[in-house]
């Protein structure tokens, strides 16, 4: 396809999970990808697996998306290798389950420095590329447990409430300049975080049997959400919420 034809996209957390099928599917669909993870052997990997099916169209650079320093270079290096920058994903994201009486203050701030602080971060570093291009879309990683509270994960829960506020915030900031900032609010998606968290065969099956459509997502069904809220057809939305859980939270 080519829907994201004249994109280039940055998307971070790259290494696995929904992060490298966006990079797969976004190659697929025309785009210049920016692929970054703190891990850079494991998104060069993915890099490399991409270019061979879709020469010249992806690039591996390694970014802690908690270290500003990191956004500087590399959204430097990602302008001089493609020319532009009008997609950001801020993908990459953690979680830390505890109760109340055991979350500690180290915890705490891991969460929230690559949750929501490097969520921030990555938003105003590509604005000036974006603002330069006169069209930007930057779509950041909420949750429905921003949506939906659960027990023991309360500073994800916080993180991840907070990145939905902080895109109605940019939302408005980038408005002037035509940058559409989106939050997409996964549900219970097929990737290492959900088998961590649910780490046998019974209560996977027991977290399937729990949604309405009896199942869990594909990564590939994120991607395509990604794929509409990066191109220009979703050019009047922003600001928005997109909730894509089968139904949990109907
Ligand atoms: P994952 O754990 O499979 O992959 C996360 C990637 O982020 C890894 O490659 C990791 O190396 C990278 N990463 C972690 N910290 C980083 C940092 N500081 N800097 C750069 N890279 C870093 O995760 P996933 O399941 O694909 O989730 C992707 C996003 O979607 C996350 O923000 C997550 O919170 C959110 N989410 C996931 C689910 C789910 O069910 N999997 C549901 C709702 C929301």
């Not at 938003?123 to 930007?136: S, W």
């Not at 099956?205 to 057809?233: C, F, I, N, W």
């Amino acid at each position: 396809g080519s829907r994201l034809q004249d994109k280039v996209a940055l998307i971070t957390g790259a290494a696995k999970g929904m992060g490298a099928m966006h990079v797969r599917i976004f190659a697929s669909e025309g785009a210049k990808v920016v692929a970054t993870d703190y891990n850079y052997e494991g998104v060069q990997q993915v890099v490399d697996e991409v270019n061979k099916e879709f020469p010249g169209s992806a690039v591996a650079y390694k970014l802690n998306v908690a270290d500003e320093n990191d956004w500087i270079e590399v959204t430097k290096k990602a302008y001089e290798k493609f020319g532009r920058l009008n997609v950001l994903i801020n993908n990459a994201g953690i979680l830390e389950s505890a109760t109340f009486d055991k979350l500690t203050h180290e915890q705490w701030n891991r969460v929230m420095d690559v949750d929501t602080w490097g969520v921030f971060i990555g938003m105003r570093n590509v604005l000036p590329y974006m603002k330069e291009e006169g069209v930007g879309s930057i779509i950041n990683l909420s949750s429905i447990a921003a949506i939906n509270a659960s027990g023991g994960l309360s500073t994800y829960t916080a993180a991840k409430g907070a990145v939905t506020a902080l895109t109605r915030a940019a939302a408005i900031e980038f408005a002037p300049f035509n940058v559409r900032v989106n939050a997409v609010h996964p549900g219970t998606i097929d990737t290492d975080m959900f088998r961590e968290g649910f780490p046998t065969d019974e209560l996977r099956h027991a977290a399937m049997q729990g949604q309405p459509l009896k199942r869990v997502g594909k990564t590939e069904e994120v991607s395509y959400l990604m794929v509409y809220l990066a191109s220009d057809e979703s050019g009047f939305t922003t600001g928005t919420s997109q909730v894509i859980d089968g139904g949990y939270t109907v």
